[in-house]
């Protein structure tokens, strides 16, 4: 069960790093218009915004990921594996 757990672990990483990647790329496309015209007097309430939504993403992320791989990895190994053991 602990080498599933690393593996669930190392999925996680490639996943929230990509996560990251995306989500970085993503929140100055979206908020061009505000960008090209306010950035030069509000760009620390940008910065402060994207990092508290990506901050509660990822959180909400990581939480859900691990519930449902937790859940996966219990299930196949007390179940599953249970019963191919007799």
């Known amino acids: 069960?602990?080498?599933?757990?690393k593996q669930s672990l190392k999925i996680f990483?490639?996943?929230a790093f990509l996560f990251s990647i995306v989500y970085?790329?993503?929140?100055?496309i979206d908020d061009y218009y505000f960008i090209k015209n306010y950035w030069s007097t509000?760009?620390?309430q940008y910065i402060e915004t994207w990092s508290l939504y990506?901050?509660?993403?990822l959180l909400g992320f990581a939480f859900y990921y691990w519930l449902f791989a937790s859940i996966l990895i219990?299930?196949?190994?007390?179940i599953?594996?249970?019963k191919s053991t007799f």
Do not use: D, E, T
Not at 54 to 57: D, G, H, K, L, P
């Open 13 to 15: 990483k490639c996943l």
């Open 54 to 57: 990506y901050m509660i993403f």
């Open 1 to 5: 069960m602990k080498s599933a757990f």
């Open 24 to 28: 970085w790329i993503y929140m100055p």
């Open 80 to 82: 599953f594996k249970r």
């Open 42 to 44: 509000h760009w620390k």
């Open 74 to 78: 219990l299930v196949y190994f007390k």
